[in-house]
């Protein structure tokens, strides 16, 4: 094993990111999961039922409604989010700053997808639905 990490560190690397992509995109989706169940059944309302969308300042309240009750924090994406303290996620305090977390989330049906669009190394795209 050590061999095969001196002869490709990069590749490691992404594999690394990928499980927290998963890690982070499925404690994304409980967190949605647990608002649903004390919510009666009613998921968070601004979810998009169309097209994915992203878990950002500008289009989602997500932040808001899980932040701290259900998730202490957003996390976020390990090479493409953003959030205000570049801390890799995004607390109760910074839910009204700007911040994208990289990960992207739907309403199909009533079934609510989380996904990482910016797997590296993942085929598919990792994505968790519940």
Request: aromatic fraction near 4%.
């Amino acid at each position: 094993a050590i061999v095969l990490i001196a002869i490709n560190p990069a590749r490691q690397f992404r594999l690394a990111n990928d499980s927290e992509r998963a890690s982070e995109a499925n404690a994304i989706l409980s967190a949605i999961g647990q608002y649903t169940v004390d919510q009666k059944g009613t998921i968070p309302g601004d979810i998009p039922t169309v097209t994915a969308e992203d878990i950002s300042s500008t289009a989602s309240i997500l932040c808001a409604q899980l932040v701290p009750t259900y998730i202490s924090a957003l996390p976020v994406d390990p090479t493409t989010g953003s959030d205000p303290n570049d801390d890799g996620q995004v607390s109760a305090t910074e839910c009204t700053g700007t911040y994208n977390t990289g990960y992207q989330v739907l309403n199909t049906s009533g079934r609510i997808t989380v996904s990482a669009p910016a797997t590296q190394e993942a085929t598919p795209d990792i994505s968790f639905t519940r």
